[in-house]
């Protein structure tokens, strides 16, 4: 299992939306998995184009030995594109950066093997992202992931988990997986941007 705190908790850089906000964004944490159908369908249909429209108002973090080895539920390309993620957050410093890598990983057709391409995108070296994957230190970035994941309480039952402003509530998860443009949009305290008047 995956985690975009991240995929932990740096918040975005940037929030072009300014006239009268003086609310905190909404944050936005995601628990998924490079392979799973219901985690790229929520990148795809959810919280990639909320983030494209909402990203002044919202934002999604990251969180912050020897080799290890990892059992994924869709197999060992799931595990692989798991350590993509993994170092891509590490050295994609830029939150920006980061994070469109991750929505590109995450909306290509076979996340494992979208570490080229993708890495292309951001510029940076394909070699640096797939050379961490295939070390330990891929393993130990993903170690450290399952850390913080198994922290959390209640317990990550299934991906995606969507928690909003670190608080879990069934009832927001669910909508989050279906019009997280809503939910972020009902949810954020300060003046609306003109985006949430289509919602």
Request: aromatic fraction near 12%.
């Amino acid at each position: 299992m995956f985690l975009f705190t991240f995929l932990g908790l740096i918040t975005v850089g940037s929030f072009p939306f300014i006239q009268g906000q003086t609310a905190d964004p909404v944050k936005v944490t995601v628990f998924y998995e490079s392979l799973c159908p219901y985690s790229i369908e929520f990148f795809v249909d959810q919280l990639t184009p909320t983030y494209n429209e909402l990203s002044a108002i919202m934002e999604v973090p990251r969180p912050s030995g020897d080799g290890y080895e990892f059992v994924c539920q869709h197999g060992s390309d799931e595990c692989y594109g798991n350590k993509i993620l993994a170092c891509g957050q590490k050295y994609l410093t830029d939150h920006q950066v980061f994070l469109d890598f991750n929505f590109c990983v995450m909306g290509s057709s076979y996340p494992p093997s979208s570490a080229v391409n993708c890495s292309k995108l951001v510029e940076i070296s394909p070699d640096v992202i797939t050379g961490c994957a295939n070390s330990t230190e891929g393993e130990n970035l993903l170690h450290e992931v399952g850390v913080y994941q198994g922290q959390q309480d209640p317990a990550v039952e299934y991906v995606p988990w969507v928690i909003i402003n670190d608080n879990y509530s069934r009832v927001t998860d669910t909508e989050a997986r279906s019009n997280l443009k809503s939910l972020v949009c009902r949810t954020y305290e300060g003046e609306l941007p003109p985006e949430c008047n289509t919602v």
